[in-house]
């Protein structure tokens, strides 16, 4: 089955400068990538997702990268603000099959002021 | 209904006690999932219901973990006999097809086994 490994477990960066959290999966036939932010007494939404089909796509500050040789995905935010803090938690996916999404173990992202 | 509704939203319990979460996923969507987040942890896979298949149950950590789906909509998570090792916030998902494309979480049920 998929396992999904997620570095680093915890993030503190400036605000304004540049957060990188990344992932790495086991099933190479794995083709959906999301990622998921989890602010505090609330549930994980998706904030954005890739397929395997590109290896980049991004939406204003949030860009994912996917390198499918190297079997791992990472997700960028730049500029940070204070509103970005929060536990941020990676997944694969093989999205043709009826299955379940494995997570990483997520990675709490500390904006400082 | 506009999003994934859970409830209770906090529950109390005594240890040795059972207790019933409950999940009303959107209107429409076929997939249903629990998850299980124990404090500072990530996010563990319990059980997923689709359409009229048999559940995938593979992720239920013992028998007295057990889960329903009432007429392909409203689901229930039971837990019998509960243990302090219970304790965590409940997740509960849901998605328009038989993929996982676009969960839709709710904000969870945090149990507490006193």
């Known amino acids: 089955g998929e396992n999904v490994e997620q570095h680093p477990s915890t993030l503190s960066v400036q605000e304004g400068d540049s957060a990188v959290i990344k992932c790495t999966y086991s099933?190479?036939?794995?083709?959906?990538f999301p990622w998921y932010k989890q602010e505090l007494g609330k549930g994980p939404q998706l904030i954005i997702d890739?397929?395997?089909?590109?290896g980049e796509k991004k939406d204003q500050r949030i860009a994912v990268t996917l390198n499918k040789t190297a079997k791992h995905f990472s997700l960028h935010i730049t500029e940070t603000q204070p509103e970005d803090s929060a536990v941020y938690f990676c997944?694969?996916?093989?999205?043709?099959?009826?299955?379940?999404?494995?997570f990483g173990s997520g990675t709490r992202l500390s904006i400082r002021p | 209904g506009a999003g994934v509704s859970q409830s209770p939203s906090n529950k109390v319990t005594e240890k040795g006690k059972d207790v019933e979460l409950r999940c009303d996923p959107i209107s429409g969507h076929t997939a249903l999932y629990w998850y299980r987040q124990s404090l500072g942890q990530g996010l563990e896979f319990l059980i997923y219901f689709q359409g009229n298949s048999a559940p995938d149950k593979s992720g239920l950590p013992s028998d007295r973990f057990s889960a329903e789906r009432t007429g392909g909509s409203v689901s229930t998570l039971t837990i019998q006999r509960t243990q302090q090792e219970d304790s965590a916030v409940y997740l509960c998902a849901s998605s328009p097809r038989q993929v996982a494309y676009g969960y839709t979480f709710g904000s969870g049920t945090r149990l507490t086994v006193v």
């Open positions: 997944a694969a996916f093989l999205y043709s099959s009826a299955s379940k999404i494995i």
């Open positions: 099933d190479s036939a794995s083709n959906y």
């Open positions: 890739i397929r395997s089909n590109v």
